[in-house]
């Protein structure tokens, strides 16, 4: 039994005339005789009672008309998403990421991407970028916000942001009505840094500029995110060096200062499987590459 059997009958049913109803499909009337024909014997019922003047529907005729008519919306609406899901425009997709994508990029790029495919269903999970690379490889994720670097012949990966790092201290610190700081006036500061483990990167660029300024940080606790150290910075337990857009965290308590001369820099990069020809992460990304 064919869809268009089934369009065929619906018609047939509804003019009741072969001639009127060839008409309407924009075809010939043979053909569509013949189709009904076949569609009878592979049903074995009779659908339409005939004769050279006359076309009425059996018992059997009304009420499959009747189911019929509560089948082609349905296939209707499955072939419609089935050419979405082909267009990449409906399904789900796992976006992992980590704390401070929060801060600026991930909600535009969220909220750009859900405004364009708004029948995708997101569904994200905040994990740092270790964890993330552990994600890809048991393939629970299909797009991460990961801090670099990350070298996995797994991955690939693009970078999408850069931003220079300030200083966070408590409210009441004498640093805190300061415009800026040099790297060298936080020589006798107790730091609490993101954990190395988390981003080894930003932690080395850290610890580099600090040499670079004559001194080694007193590290008084690593923490695995950011939010954690504005709120540790919050209690009066030491200062903090943090992406400048950590200043959206709107955190009570802490003052952020801007650091003069070269101060640590940090980046945000996109990763996705390499072998992932999935037609939605293909559209996520072209939303990222549009920003």
């Not at 994720?141 to 670097?149: L, Q």
């Not at 337990?237 to 943090?242: A, K, M, T, W």
């Amino acid at each position: 039994m064919e869809l268009r059997q089934l369009e065929y009958f619906t018609v047939v049913a509804e003019e009741l005339h072969f001639g009127r109803a060839a008409l309407r499909l924009q075809m010939t009337q043979p053909p569509l005789s013949q189709q009904i024909l076949q569609l009878e014997r592979e049903l074995g019922v009779k659908l339409f009672e005939r004769s050279k003047r006359h076309v009425e529907l059996t018992n059997a005729g009304k009420v499959f008309l009747h189911e019929v008519r509560q089948i082609l919306p349905q296939l209707e609406l499955a072939k419609a998403a089935a050419q979405r899901a082909q267009m990449g425009v409906v399904g789900r997709l796992v976006i992992g990421f980590v704390g401070s994508a929060t801060f600026d990029i991930l909600p535009i790029i969220v909220r750009e991407f859900q405004e364009q495919f708004p029948s995708v269903d997101l569904d994200l999970r905040e994990m740092p970028t270790p964890m993330q690379i552990e994600a890809f490889h048991r393939k629970e994720i299909d797009i991460g916000f990961v801090r670099p670097p990350v070298v996995d012949p797994l991955l690939s990966l693009l970078s999408v942001h850069q931003e220079t790092c300030i200083a966070v201290v408590p409210k009441w610190h004498s640093l805190a009505k300061r415009a800026s700081v040099s790297m060298s006036e936080l020589s006798t500061e107790r730091f609490i840094l993101v954990e190395r483990e988390v981003w080894s990167s930003w932690y080395d660029d850290i610890l580099s500029k600090c040499r670079d300024a004559g001194f080694s940080p007193i590290i008084r606790q690593d923490v695995k995110e950011i939010q954690t150290a504005v709120g540790l910075v919050a209690a009066g337990l030491g200062i903090s060096i943090v992406p400048k857009s950590t200043v959206n965290l709107h955190a009570r308590d802490v003052a952020y200062v801007s650091i003069e001369g070269e101060a640590p820099q940090v980046k945000m990069s996109i990763a996705w499987r390499t072998d992932n020809q999935s037609t939605i992460v293909k559209q996520f990304l072209d939303t990222v590459k549009q920003r």
